[in-house]
């Protein structure tokens, strides 16, 4: 199979981590957690291949290789182990943030609805000893009003005659990766600087919610559930920790996959609980989701928001019109036969590297691109949704995206709770530590140790 990553006919993706196939996590039955007095440790190694990201040799050094290997269930129950030991000073904090890209496929698999699957899920990750469950939502509504008021910025920059069009977007790790480490300048000054949902999600529990429990961040294991194996290449971004918290944002990464493979082979009962609030709070939120299709929506909003800010026009139904194929689209608001705003959707590196080739020749038509690796969007993440033979389960992604849609949709600009947090915890919507809290910066060209060069 050839890496995506590449366009010549070598491929230089990983092989496995090592020598073996994927082992199954073995995880304990309830009667064997009576027997070994409760502690997880039969837990088989759970390996991946770097080959189920997105992410090639030149993406990848062999010691971030090894990195993302340890990112599995058997770090997460190593935890569990320690918080039942006698020794209390080695306890952590268990905490799990689960994107809401993956709740469709919990809904899909257990024949649930996405409140109930949430239930479900949250009630078994508490009846193995996690203290908190949480979605990243909250994250995403950060991100999204953060791209909103860097594009608009952009947009006057480049108003003035200082290139900053167009804006492409930065959520998306095996993306932001490949630019970084493959691609370079003049690719990399266009990512957006907002921080990603599950960046901003580490900072929030390592340092907001830390602060309201009364607790060093170092005191929190906290734990991302995503549908792509690249979110485990993000946990190891070098800007973490940040002044802002002084332990990485994610402990480990777990895929949506990984987390139905516990569930299934566990004899545990579960007793559903509703998922927790950063706020302490006992109420349970209605579960809601951003406008996008099959992802966290940025186009959509920064579009409506662009519209309003720079136009005055009010935009309801956003219209997207297929180019090449239905995971390459474009967005226009026109006005008296006038262009006034053009946005893409590209999705997936063959669609990617028609926008980065007309970028690199100055001749992009863009304001705004929409960047997501995975062909499909974010439901198509590689850590679910998979047959056997690891192709798309197609039968089931059609069940998710209408599980996906039937989630009321809330836009970013309507949270009061997000609005609370700016002030509460950031000081404001316009003070310096939005800035670190929010906001990253992105590598230089160059490429990693012992990478093989590659072009488009």
């Not at 010549?8 to 082992?23: F, H, L, P, V, Y």
């Not at 966290?296 to 579009?303: A, P, Q, S």
């Given at each position: 199979m050839?890496?995506e990553?590449?366009t010549?006919?070598e491929c230089s993706?990983k092989?496995?981590t090592d020598?073996?196939?994927n082992?199954?996590?073995?995880?304990p039955r309830l009667?064997?957690?009576?027997r070994e007095?409760?502690?997880f440790?039969?837990l088989?190694?759970?390996?991946?291949?770097?080959s189920?990201?997105?992410?090639c040799?030149?993406?990848?050094t062999?010691?971030?290789?090894?990195q993302v290997?340890?990112?599995n269930a058997?770090?997460?129950?190593?935890?569990l182990n320690?918080?039942?030991?006698c020794?209390t000073s080695?306890?952590k904090?268990?905490?799990?943030?689960?994107?809401?890209?993956?709740l469709?496929?919990?809904?899909?698999?257990f024949s649930?609805?996405?409140?109930?699957?949430?239930?479900r899920?949250?009630?078994f990750l508490?009846s193995?000893?996690?203290?908190y469950?949480?979605?990243?939502?909250?994250?995403?509504d950060f991100?999204?009003?953060?791209?909103q008021?860097?594009f608009?910025?952009?947009y006057h920059q480049?108003?003035k005659?200082?290139p900053a069009?167009?804006?492409?977007?930065?959520a998306?790790?095996g993306?932001?990766r490949y630019?970084e480490?493959?691609?370079?300048?003049p690719?990399?000054p266009?990512?957006c600087?907002a921080?990603s949902?599950?960046?901003?999600m580490?900072?929030?529990?390592k340092?907001?919610f830390?602060?309201?429990?009364?607790l060093?961040?170092?005191?929190?294991?906290?734990v991302?559930?995503?549908?792509?194996y690249?979110k485990?290449?993000e946990?190891?971004r070098?800007?973490?920790?940040s002044?802002?918290?002084?332990?990485?944002?994610a402990d480990?990464?777990l895929?949506?996959g990984?987390?139905?493979?516990?569930m299934?082979?566990?004899?545990i009962s579960?007793?559903?609980?509703?998922?927790?609030?950063l706020?302490?709070?006992?109420k349970e939120?209605?579960?809601r989701?951003?406008d996008?299709a099959?992802?966290?929506?940025?186009?959509?909003h920064?579009?409506?928001?662009?519209?309003?800010e720079?136009?005055?026009?009010?935009?309801?139904e956003?219209?997207?019109?297929?180019?090449r194929?239905?995971?390459?689209?474009?967005?226009?608001?026109?006005?008296?036969?006038e262009?006034?705003?053009r946005?893409?959707?590209?999705?997936?590196?063959?669609?990617?590297q028609?926008?980065i080739?007309k970028?690199?020749?100055?001749k992009?038509p863009y304001h705004?691109?929409?960047?997501?690796a995975?062909?499909?969007?974010?439901?198509?993440?590689?850590?679910?949704?998979?047959?056997e033979?690891?192709?798309?389960?197609?039968a089931?992604l059609?069940?998710?995206e209408?599980i996906?849609?039937?989630?009321?949709?809330q836009?970013?600009?309507?949270?009061?709770?997000?609005q609370?947090?700016?002030?509460?915890w950031?000081?404001?919507a316009?003070?310096?530590?939005?800035?670190?809290?929010?906001h990253t910066a992105?590598?230089?060209?160059g490429?990693?140790p012992?990478?093989?060069?590659i072009?488009w």
């Amino acid at each position: 199979m050839k890496c995506e990553h590449c366009t010549r006919k070598e491929c230089s993706k990983k092989t496995k981590t090592d020598g073996q196939e994927n082992a199954s996590v073995d995880v304990p039955r309830l009667a064997q957690e009576k027997r070994e007095k409760g502690e997880f440790h039969k837990l088989a190694d759970a390996r991946i291949f770097l080959s189920d990201c997105l992410a090639c040799d030149s993406c990848v050094t062999a010691e971030e290789g090894v990195q993302v290997s340890q990112q599995n269930a058997k770090d997460f129950f190593r935890v569990l182990n320690l918080n039942k030991k006698c020794d209390t000073s080695e306890h952590k904090v268990l905490a799990v943030s689960v994107c809401p890209q993956s709740l469709p496929y919990f809904a899909a698999k257990f024949s649930l609805s996405v409140t109930d699957a949430s239930r479900r899920l949250c009630g078994f990750l508490k009846s193995l000893g996690v203290h908190y469950v949480f979605v990243t939502t909250i994250a995403a509504d950060f991100s999204i009003l953060e791209s909103q008021k860097e594009f608009v910025r952009r947009y006057h920059q480049h108003s003035k005659g200082e290139p900053a069009l167009p804006m492409l977007t930065s959520a998306c790790p095996g993306w932001v990766r490949y630019a970084e480490r493959v691609l370079g300048h003049p690719v990399t000054p266009h990512l957006c600087t907002a921080k990603s949902p599950q960046q901003i999600m580490g900072s929030l529990v390592k340092d907001y919610f830390a602060r309201r429990q009364n607790l060093s961040p170092d005191k929190i294991f906290h734990v991302i559930v995503a549908p792509c194996y690249d979110k485990k290449l993000e946990a190891l971004r070098e800007d973490f920790p940040s002044a802002l918290q002084s332990s990485r944002g994610a402990d480990c990464v777990l895929t949506s996959g990984e987390i139905v493979q516990i569930m299934e082979q566990s004899d545990i009962s579960v007793k559903e609980a509703a998922v927790d609030t950063l706020f302490g709070d006992w109420k349970e939120e209605e579960m809601r989701r951003h406008d996008g299709a099959s992802s966290d929506g940025y186009l959509v909003h920064i579009f409506r928001h662009a519209a309003k800010e720079l136009f005055n026009e009010d935009v309801g139904e956003v219209t997207y019109r297929t180019l090449r194929n239905k995971d390459f689209q474009e967005v226009t608001l026109e006005k008296n036969g006038e262009v006034l705003l053009r946005f893409a959707a590209a999705y997936g590196f063959r669609n990617i590297q028609n926008v980065i080739l007309k970028l690199k020749k100055g001749k992009s038509p863009y304001h705004f691109v929409e960047v997501l690796a995975c062909a499909g969007g974010c439901l198509n993440g590689r850590g679910q949704a998979q047959t056997e033979d690891g192709h798309a389960n197609k039968a089931l992604l059609r069940q998710m995206e209408g599980i996906y849609a039937d989630i009321p949709v809330q836009p970013p600009e309507t949270s009061t709770r997000v609005q609370e947090l700016y002030q509460e915890w950031l000081d404001g919507a316009d003070s310096p530590r939005v800035q670190e809290a929010l906001h990253t910066a992105y590598q230089g060209p160059g490429h990693p140790p012992n990478s093989q060069d590659i072009k488009w």
